[in-house]
């Protein structure tokens, strides 16, 4: 059988977000956006909410119709992308709560669902989305009257804790969001590591939960188990893969295994990566191609059937340093060819 397994720990993520939710005197909810990160909406959102999350956030509306169908009537569910042209049935029918980003959304939301739930995202300073404080000033009054669930803004920098840009953030937020009479929401992980100056009424994690950095202290989530299709001796002066990137210097043993770019595992991170057979790290050699991967099995002691590229010796974030990127990537860019098990919360 030449599928890899990803293997998802749902009491995992269910304990990293009870982590979480211990550093926090308010709410924690949970983000699921992006097919919970890769790793299954349906099944992740499932197991947070028997695990005590109440409150859910996606990107946009269709994500939040999959989260619903697996949760059912009750959870909150919040839209980060607001409300989009031709998104009241959804927001309707699945019962979403946008998060209104502009005065523009704000007439859409009134207009066509008056009186159905929403939320505000302000801008305190990352200029990406949300109501700039002009914008806001402008339309708080009328927007308050409206009753808004949730008042909610978004850290720039939080994984970087003396970076000048969160106190800034936390005084924008403050000045534009004190004395009104909704919950208010500043922090994801970073901000909810930052301390309470940042928690207010709700928290929202997303990168923690699932195993990632800034949360040092989370427990694994995945681990990715990719098998060896063949074995081969090459000599001093035998190139492997495309391009002849590689050649070998000394005699080796190389395995080619089944899984490429197709899967999510990122192309870049080639001259960088390893892999592990049992207890012993194994260099993955030549270019990754669409399928298959050319890994040095020489060092272990045994010859493999399958070889580890996520789990308890490699975090996403490890394979992610040698992709260039940052976990968020390596998580959501997990292909759908994998056999994909989960261990129940």
Not at 12 to 38: D, F, H, Q, S
Not at 253 to 273: H, L
Request: aromatic letters at 6%; glycine letters at 12%; charged letters at 15%.
């Amino acid at each position: 059988m030449a599928q890899s397994v990803l293997t998802i720990d749902l009491g995992a993520i269910c304990a990293n977000w009870r982590a979480l939710a211990a550093m926090n005197a308010g709410e924690t909810a949970a983000v699921v956006k992006a097919n919970a990160y890769g790793l299954g909406a349906a099944q992740v959102a499932a197991a947070l909410a028997d695990a005590g999350a109440r409150t859910f956030f996606v990107a946009q509306a269709e994500e939040g119709v999959t989260v619903r169908e697996a949760l059912g009537p009750g959870p909150t569910i919040c839209v980060f992308g607001g409300h989009m042209q031709g998104d009241a049935a959804l927001l309707r029918d699945a019962n979403l709560v946008p998060m209104i980003n502009s005065i523009d959304q704000m007439l859409r939301h009134v207009e066509t669902l008056p009186g159905h739930p929403f939320g505000i995202q302000l801008d305190s300073g990352m200029n990406r989305l949300g109501m700039e404080p002009a914008e806001w000033s402008a339309l708080r009054d009328i927007a308050l009257s409206q009753k808004p669930v949730l008042v909610m803004s978004h850290l720039a920098c939080a994984d970087e804790p003396s970076h000048g840009m969160n106190e800034f953030q936390l005084q924008t937020f403050r000045q534009m969001t004190d004395g009104i009479d909704a919950p208010r929401s500043l922090a994801a992980t970073g901000g909810t590591i930052l301390g309470p100056d940042y928690h207010f009424d709700m928290t929202r994690p997303g990168i923690g939960l699932y195993g990632g950095l800034p949360f040092i202290d989370a427990h694994p989530v995945v681990s990715l188990s990719i098998p060896v299709i063949q074995v081969r001796d090459v000599n001093p002066g035998e190139s492997v893969g495309y391009g002849n990137s590689w050649v070998a210097r000394v005699p080796g043993k190389i395995a080619t295994i089944s899984a490429g770019y197709a899967d999510g595992i990122i192309r870049a991170m080639g001259p960088k990566a390893h892999v592990w057979a049992a207890e012993t790290r194994c260099k993955i050699v030549g270019r990754i191609s669409m399928d298959l991967i050319g890994v040095d099995v020489g060092p272990a002691k045994e010859i493999p059937e399958t070889v580890e590229l996520l789990g308890r010796h490699q975090s996403v974030d490890t394979l992610a340093e040698a992709a260039g990127t940052i976990g968020y990537e390596i998580l959501t860019s997990l292909g759908s060819r994998y056999a994909r098990k989960y261990i129940a919360a």
